[in-house]
């Protein structure tokens, strides 16, 4: 089993910029993929980005690309997602996951953290 759990939302102003961490812990040697997805009310979860622990390459959606970035500290397990350019419409809950398999980066994922909500304020 592997446990996520993630950091860093909040309320920020449109333009601004925060970061979001989320910790594995447990048997966390054989995950291939880590991910972020989010969601807002409403509407259904929706991938943002996804990085193999192995080699680094990454994926992003397109609403995201050029102001998010998905990197990952193996050692420390944990994976971050740097948002950069916030909008209004980036508000949401936004959800870690983790793949033990190799699938495509929108998933599906095995494991997924509570969440932490981002607002973005206009």
């Known amino acids: 089993q592997v446990q996520l759990v993630e950091s860093g939302g909040g309320l920020v102003q449109h333009g601004n910029s925060l970061r979001l961490s989320c910790a594995a812990s447990?048997?966390?040697?054989?995950?291939?993929?880590m991910a972020w997805f989010r969601q807002a009310p409403g509407t259904e979860r929706e991938f943002v980005a996804a990085?193999?622990?192995?080699?680094?390459?990454?994926a992003y959606a397109d609403s995201v690309k050029g102001r998010f970035t998905i990197s990952t500290d193996n050692a420390k397990n944990t994976v971050y997602l740097q948002m950069n350019s916030l909008k209004p419409e980036d508000t949401a809950a936004y959800y870690c996951?983790?793949?033990?398999?190799?699938?495509?980066?929108?998933?599906?994922?095995?494991?997924w953290g509570p969440g932490t909500q981002v607002t973005v304020s206009s």
């Open positions: 996951a983790a793949s033990q398999f190799f699938r495509p980066y929108a998933g599906p994922y095995d494991y």
């Open positions: 990085i193999r622990r192995s080699g680094g390459s990454t």
């Open positions: 447990g048997r966390t040697f054989n995950i291939y993929t």
